[in-house]
Nanobody, 121 residues
């Protein structure tokens, strides 16, 4: 089955930036919706951002706390989705997961293994 793998996490100072990547082992175009979730210690996993099949702004959605700071996109030719994170704050510290959902021929949801993002001085 197709797998998703995140990369690009690391340690950054508050106000810094990171670009996360999510690469599919097979065509990522199958996923009608690509989303990013995160899970901080002692907290439940929460949705962060989603991008539809076109990758345009009209199909992007964001958690209120990351609006204006994060940008989600996808490049089907590279089988990769991205999460550009700017103006990072300590509250952004979490393991970030890539999520893909396909609806044809049936609904299937795939999760990546996660990549650690730590925002600290």
């Amino acid at each position: 089955q197709v797998q998703l793998e995140e990369s690009g996490g690391g340690l950054v100072q508050p106000g810094g930036s990171l670009r996360l990547s999510c690469t599919a082992s097979e065509s990522i175009a199958r996923f009608y919706v690509l989303a990013w979730y995160r899970q901080a210690p002692e907290k439940q996993r929460e949705w962060v951002a989603s991008v539809g099949s076109t990758g345009s702004a009209n199909y992007e959605s964001y958690l209120d706390s990351v609006k204006g700071r994060f940008t989600v996109s996808r490049d089907n030719a590279k089988n990769t989705a991205y999460l550009q994170m700017n103006s990072l704050v300590p509250e952004d510290t979490a393991v970030y997961y890539c999520n893909g959902i396909q609806f044809t021929p049936g609904r299937v949801e795939i999760w990546g293994q996660g990549t650690q993002v730590t925002v600290s001085s």
